[in-house]
């Protein structure tokens, strides 16, 4: 069987999908691995990497023939998916959500088009959690990128000088990159505040040594143990409650979102010209929608003499890592897919992972969720 890794199209996107070891685990498997010509180059992993640990080079549209399973990290082009063979497998992040034309594409082109946002998030499922793996990257660059733009220290410095207080951080939404955040903003010595919607959370932020603020929403986990939806009441509520610790903070770091839909809108306006002058925003929800209200996706804007910044692409910019962490997951799913028996990569749809993650199979869109959502919105 062959499992192809095409260079990434986008030229945005430092991110990819293999490394010369998971290559070599694939080969483990006694798999066939063709590797997109200069693949790994940026990061430092040669072609000559690749080929050591058992791929074949290849360029071009040839690079498809024969492929049992494309993996990727961004989507694909239209254009790009009718070069896929029929009846083959793909997988990569898909924003099923929002990308109806691709996952026609798909159906159209006769790809079983497995999707990474989709995998469940159980823990058989773990090794093949991409989103985790992405976030949580996302989470420590955060805290770094706001303690480079600061402009103040973050721990607390006793000096013959005078004594520096140690900034303050709050993190808004604590999944897997908001408690990256506060864990990496804790290594370096911030005094760190955190809310979230969930209240299974408080234990674990305040483990890694956050104060959890206490707002009580009477709101419990939704399906998947994604957050649900807050009502308006609940909303005011949640930023009566917060108005406090964003007064006080340095920093202020957002991370909340609801699962296939867009970020709740949590800073407002007005908040902001609560906050103290001269505090920065990271805002991660940035590229969908923001979780502040006037963030622009890779721009830093001032409102209201607060600093607001919100990346495309956190987890792009430790690529390396990031790249690690991706491509291990697609062995996740590799090895999900493998019949030990037959050596061959099976679609079995009883598989409570392949069933979440699997869009499109036979020319139909077979993710119930995503039909459904493709139907309200045809
Ligand atoms: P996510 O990116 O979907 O959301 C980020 C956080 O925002 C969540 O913690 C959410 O509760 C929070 N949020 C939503 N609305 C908010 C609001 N108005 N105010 C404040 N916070 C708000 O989350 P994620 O990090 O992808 O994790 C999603 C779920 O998956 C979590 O329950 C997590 O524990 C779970 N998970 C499970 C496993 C596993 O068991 N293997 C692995 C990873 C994640």
Known sequence: ???????????????????????????????EVVVGAGLGEHLGWSDADYEKAGATIASG???YEGADLIACLQPPSADEIAKFPRGS???????PFNRDDLVRAFADAGVAAMSMEMVPRTTRAQKLDALSSQHSLAGY???????????????????????????????????????????????LGARIEAFDTRPAVKEQC????????????????????????LTPEQQAKQREGMVKALHHSNIVITTAAL??????????????????????IIDYAVSTGGNVEGSVADEE?????????????????????ASRMYANNIVGLVQVLFDKESKNLVLNTEDDIIAGCLITKDGEVVNETIRERMAQTA
């Open 1 to 31: 069987m062959k499992v192809v890794i095409p260079r990434q199209a986008d030229p945005e996107e430092p991110r990819i999908a293999a490394t010369p070891e998971s290559v070599t685990v694939m080969k483990g498997m006694e798999l």
């Open 89 to 95: 497998m793909y997988t990569g992040f898909l924003d």
């Open 141 to 187: 660059y955060m805290v770094l990128l706001a303690a480079e733009k600061l402009g103040k220290a973050l721990p607390m410095m006793a000096t013959p000088s005078g004594v520096i207080q140690p900034a303050r951080i709050l993190v808004i939404g604590a999944g897997v990159a908001g408690l990256q955040a506060i864990a990496t903003a804790k290594r």
């Open 206 to 229: 305040e483990s890694l040594g956050a104060r959890f603020i206490d707002i009580d929403l009477g709101v419990g986990e939704g399906q998947g143990g994604y957050a649900k939806e």
């Open 259 to 280: 699962f296939g839909r867009p970020a709740p809108k949590i800073i407002t306006d007005e908040m902001l010209q609560q906050m103290k002058p001269g505090s920065l």
């Open 61 to 63: 549209d040839a690079i």
């Open 301 to 321: 804007v001032n409102l209201h003499g607060v600093r607001v910044l919100g990346l495309k692409n956190f987890p792009g910019r430790v690529a390396f890592d």
